[in-house]
């Protein structure tokens, strides 16, 4: 049994002047606009169905940022729960804002211990060539 699917994307513009007016002299100003992206759809996965959307949403006007911040708001939102949230984070190296007190004080405990490993013997900070050479073994 054969499968083809195909998905669409279409958009049509069309701007009529209102007579009497200058709305025609902008050489940036293009009056009619039309768009059709199709793809085969047999075997998109989600992230590509995205890519697909991400180029539509590129044609008609819509800014990088704006198309990213839409599609984090597809994840973060008052509908999704804290667990699917986090799922996604974890995913993409994120932290969420109410983990960053956390994160900061592991941060804090890391650079003590860095601190601790510079230190020479009684207690003194040891200065570049120190170090350099205790890492050659002189």
């Given at each position: 049994?054969?499968y083809?699917a195909?998905?669409e994307?279409?958009?049509?513009a069309t701007?009529?002047?209102?007579?009497?007016t200058?709305?025609?002299t902008?050489?940036d100003?293009?009056?009619?606009?039309?768009?059709?992206?199709?793809?085969?759809?047999?075997?998109?996965t989600?992230?590509?169905?995205?890519?697909l959307?991400?180029k539509?949403?590129?044609?008609?006007?819509?800014?990088?940022?704006?198309?990213?911040?839409?599609?984090?708001?597809?994840?973060?939102n008052?509908?999704?729960?804290?667990?699917?949230?986090?799922?996604?984070?974890k995913?993409?190296e994120?932290?969420?804002?109410?983990d960053l007190?956390?994160?900061?004080?592991?941060?804090?405990?890391?650079?003590?211990?860095?601190?601790?490993?510079?230190?020479?013997?009684?207690g003194?900070v040891?200065?570049?060539?120190?170090l350099?050479?205790?890492e050659?073994?002189?």
């Amino acid at each position: 049994m054969t499968y083809e699917a195909t998905v669409e994307f279409k958009f049509d513009a069309t701007f009529e002047p209102t007579y009497g007016t200058s709305s025609w002299t902008g050489d940036d100003f293009i009056p009619e606009e039309h768009y059709l992206i199709t793809a085969p759809a047999a075997d998109l996965t989600a992230k590509q169905y995205f890519k697909l959307f991400e180029k539509f949403m590129l044609c008609v006007g819509m800014c990088p940022q704006s198309i990213r911040s839409g599609a984090m708001s597809l994840v973060f939102n008052d509908y999704v729960s804290e667990e699917e949230q986090r799922k996604v984070c974890k995913e993409y190296e994120l932290t969420m804002d109410e983990d960053l007190d956390e994160k900061f004080k592991e941060y804090k405990i890391r650079e003590e211990e860095i601190a601790k490993l510079f230190k020479g013997p009684m207690g003194t900070v040891l200065n570049e060539e120190e170090l350099t050479n205790l890492e050659e073994g002189q």
